[in-house]
């Protein structure tokens, strides 16, 4: 199993950056790729962003790409996402998660492992 812990959230003014961080603890070299998801309240969790960890290829959502830019650090077992021009609407909770098998896409189904979520807020 795949231990993930996020950090990095915060309270930020629309325009601004923040740049998460997800570290990977425990079997990592089991991880076929880390996605991003958000969540914000009364609505379901969206899909951000993921990345494959063997060859670093990328997918995004539409609604964030050219905005969101996600990052791994092979040696540091850490995924990072960079978002810039933040929103109002992007306001929630960020979680990131690891999947194992060879599934690589938007869908939580994919996904084995969850971390505890780091709150992004941005203000108008």
């Known amino acids: 199993q795949v231990q993930l812990v996020e950090s990095g959230g915060g309270l930020v003014q629309a325009g601004d950056s923040l740049r998460l961080s997800c570290a990977a603890s425990?079997?990592?070299?089991?991880?076929?790729?880390v996605g991003w998801f958000r969540q914000a309240p009364g609505k379901e969790r969206e899909f951000v962003a993921a990345?494959?960890?063997?060859?670093?290829?990328?997918y995004y959502a539409d609604s964030v790409k050219a905005r969101f830019t996600i990052a791994r650090d092979n040696i540091k077992n850490t995924v990072y996402l960079q978002m810039n021009n933040l929103r109002p609407e992007d306001t929630a909770a960020y979680y990131c998660a690891g999947a194992r098998r060879p599934l690589f896409g938007g869908r939580e189904s994919f996904y084995d492992s969850w971390g505890q979520g780091t709150q992004v807020t941005v203000s108008s």
């Open positions: 990345i494959k960890w063997s060859d670093g290829i990328t």
């Open positions: 425990g079997r990592t070299f089991s991880t076929y790729a």
